[in-house]
């Protein structure tokens, strides 16, 4: 009876823990966000891209990551005739909940910026935005990962290390689908 009575109160104290709601920060909405990527942009337009199996397989090499679908959507922002630059969403896990942020890259495919958009894991695990600035400029390179060309965050190595991944993934993106176009 004791026994049972203990394992009550275990599934009950487990039902608590699985139901309470996931409590995370939106800092931006995906507007939001594309107006503080293009603020002088005369428009904003998505362009989505279905990889094939080649493409995908390169950006995975170039960017030591993966992605989590075939389908990308980059944003192009237009100024004056031209193309004024590109943005490119990450989502990912960081380490069992969710962050997005957002790549804004040059037309040449530099990091011009990078902005925290949604975290869902505890608030002293996101990166802090002057952290975020080390990778303006930033462009494909073997320094591009933590511990090399890129600090850590310390008490949070795996926000640190899903950012950096991220970034490749976006420079990769970059790299195989927009230059030269």
């Known amino acids: 009876m004791r026994r049972a009575r203990c394992c009550l109160l275990v599934l009950v104290g487990l039902f608590a823990v699985a139901s309470t709601p996931v409590r995370g920060t939106v800092f931006y909405s995906r507007d939001e966000a594309l107006k503080l990527a293009f603020p002088d942009a005369e ?67 530099a990091v011009v910026a990078t902005h925290l958009l949604a975290f869902y894991e505890p608030a002293e695990y996101a990166p802090p935005p002057q952290w975020l600035t080390q990778f303006d400029g930033a462009t494909a390179t073997d320094e591009l990962r933590v511990g ?28 195989v689908l927009l230059k030269g176009a």
């Open 43 to 109: 428009r904003v337009e998505p362009k989505d891209f279905l990889l094939t199996a080649a493409q995908r397989a390169e950006i995975e090499r170039q960017a030591r990551s993966t992605l989590d679908s075939d389908l990308v959507t980059v944003y192009v922002g237009h100024r004056g005739g031209g193309r004024s630059g590109y943005a490119i969403f990450d989502t990912h896990v960081v380490r069992t909940l969710p962050e997005t942020f957002l790549v804004v890259l040059s037309p040449a495919g």
């Open 148 to 175: 090399r060309g890129i600090a850590g965050i310390t008490g949070s190595t795996l926000t640190a290390e899903a950012v950096t991944a991220g970034i490749r993934r976006a420079l990769a993106i970059y790299a």
